[in-house]
């Protein structure tokens, strides 16, 4: 009941944040030098034709007029027009580009949590040992490292060196992604790269705490075996701050994710709203910008949900309340 | 003293770490006048050249502009905008988050608010999106901007720093006394929490870093023809199969500098929490 209310609550919030960030995405992008029109007809156009333009497309209307207007076009689901794409509507080739970045970061997730579950707890367990010495600065570099930077090196060796995977990840044209499934690797190693030092870090050192705590020592001191000890009941525990720690680098995974497409010429979301910026695209910037916000938010939303779901001493507090 | 001596005695990655960071320091300040080159300067003769050929120690680009020379030029660059946003946003932090923690109430719910709403956006977003709606990064502008885009963290750090010693008894004594709250703010709470604000400072400087590289990286950064190690990278991606010198040195010299300053920032860490 309890977790009802809050997950109302917190969703009223996220509603107020997207309503907030939508004004300004949408002030910051039209004080933008530059003017509309005469990026549509080009500098030839004569002043009579500009004008006739911007009446016609109401870009002469005061802002909130035409806040209101581009903001009731996305509630009914309109995004708007490209002008850089001359008009083509923007929800044809945002979504299959979304697709696309969902696709490469789901790829990404499912090779760095286990990964860095894995060795942080094998750091965790071994703590102050070689192999932690080794997993902590290993993970300590490559967390330090810009996507762009591991993703260099990764293209040195598999796919200039080994030549396993393609330099860049293009999708042949007339071809989809799923037949081309071998581009989403080396991007989403660069990704995982940057994940992997985080979440290890956080997973050795909640492994760490939970080792040392009363109920471990008393479960090996029955005599239950090591490993029993390690899956059964100490990692159940100690896996509860790891989450939070996902949830809170999703944000750090989309601004990674347009580091990654731009480097990989990967065809996703990131790399759509780097061209948007590149060629002044204002419609199809806010529309991107939006759409990243809401899906961070959403996101963030699900992970506190989910910590409050998994940990059972916030689900007990709530119900005590 | 002795005691930060005997901590780095101990820690020989603080050493390295330190070692690479003063390296940098050294060629960003004395490197320009060490290479024959210039920065701009196109030796037409030798397009992506190898390292070693003709005085390019590290090889040249596609326009045959010295790699060794730009990397310098860059490390000035680098530095200078990491360092202004490390000091700015953490100084705009403690300026939010201090006033949000100390007056409490509704202008903490308030600031908090904000922060909330400012957090919805990842900062890399925040800052390319402002940067390439401006266009033509300057310093003061990418430092500026990227500091903005860190607020929320760095207010976090201060305001919680803050509450930990706002309830002590030399703060009851200053307020008795009747000092102003900027006084008390300043004078007797900041020299207090200085050290988890420290900590946080020198690991904001390796975030800039990583920061300003990507933006670099993604053409929203420095404008040509100021080299900017990120820029670097992207602009000689397409020859990276003739002459991968000229993507991977530039890259080399990123990962070498975050990673000294995180070795840096680790070890002020392990210094300052274990003196308090």
Known sequence: MNILKTFMRRLGSLIVTLVVMSVVIFVLVEIMPGDVAEMILGQSATPESLEALREARGLNDPIYQRYARWAGGILQGDLGESIYMRGVAINSILWRRVGHSVLLAFTA?????????????????????????????????????PEFVSGVFLIGL??????VFPIVSIIPIGESIFSNLNILILPALSITFVMFGYISRMQRSSMILVLNSDYIRAATLKGMPYKYVIFRHALKNALLPTITIIGMNMGWLFGGLIVVETLFAFPGMGSLLMTAIRTRDVPLIEAC??????????STLVTDMLYGLLNPRIRYQGDAQ | MKYILYQLKRSPLAILGIAILLFWIFLAIFGPSLTPFTHT??????????????????????LGRDLLTRIIVGSRSILTVALLTSIASTFFGIIVGFSAGYFGGAIDRAVLRMLDIMMAIPPLVLAMVVLGVLGGSSIMSLSLIVSIAFIPATARVSRGSLLTCKSSEYVDAARIRGESHLYIMFVEILPNTIG??????????????????????????????????????????????????????????????????SLFSDFVSKVLIHEQ
Do not use: C
């Open chain 1, 109 to 145: 997730f499912i090779i760095f949590v286990p990964l860095s579950i894995f060795f942080g707890v094998l750091a965790g367990v071994k703590a102050k040992k070689l192999t932690d010495s080794i997993i902590s600065f290993f993970g300590l570099a490559t967390m330090a490292l």
């Open chain 1, 158 to 163: 598999f796919a200039v060196q080994l030549r």
């Open chain 2, 196 to 261: 988890p604000i420290i900590v946080e400072a020198t690991a904001r400087f390796a975030y800039s870093i990583m920061m300003v590289a990507s933006l670099g990286f993604l053409g929203v950064g420095l404008q040509p023809p100021t080299p900017d190690w990120g820029m670097m990278v992207i602009e000689n991606r397409p020859i990276i199969t003739d002459a991968p010198w000229a993507v991977f040195y530039p890259a080399l010299a990123i990962a070498s500098l975050v990673i000294s300053i």
């Open chain 2, 41 to 62: 300067e196109m030796d037409s003769l030798h397009q992506m050249a190898a390292p070693g050929v003709n005085n390019h120690v590290l090889g040249t680009d596609s």
């Open chain 1, 289 to 298: 910008v939006l759409l990243i916000t809401a899906i961070f938010a959403i």
